[in-house]
């Protein structure tokens, strides 16, 4: 079964640093586009940064540009997400994401998520 689960959440001052992993199985990592989304209390779920495949081209939200670093490892079907100067609006669930573009007679988009985890950016 598809699974993603995400690690490496936790509380950090502002300033700090923290290092996402989004360890994943049961599909073919390889090919998928990876993302990480963010979910503040009471705020819709965003889009933080994306790396896609074969090309690993990233795009990153303005909000977190210059700051957070996404990577894969297809050896290990992980994504990372490199959180520095972490600042107090960060704080947030983290979600990882696999999304498959497929035509509608391969039965269309595929898209996965994991069950997020909590960082939290406070003095």
């Known amino acids: 079964q598809e699974s993603l689960a995400e690690s490496g959440g936790g509380v950090v001052q502002p300033g700090g640093s923290l290092r996402l992993s989004c360890a994943s199985s049961g599909f073919p990592f390889g090919i998928y586009t990876m993302s990480w989304h963010r979910q503040a209390p009471g705020q819709a779920r965003e889009l933080v940064a994306r790396i896609s495949s074969p090309d690993g081209n990233t795009n990153y939200a303005d909000s977190v540009k210059g700051r957070f670093t996404i990577s894969r490892d297809d050896l290990k079907s992980t994504v990372y997400l490199e959180m520095n100067s972490l600042k107090p609006e960060d704080t947030a669930t983290y979600y990882c994401?696999?999304?498959?573009?497929?035509?509608?007679?391969?039965?269309?988009?595929?898209?996965?998520w994991g069950k997020g985890t909590l960082v939290t950016v406070s003095s």
């Open positions: 994401n696999a999304y498959l573009r497929r035509p509608p007679w391969l039965s269309g988009d595929v898209s996965y």
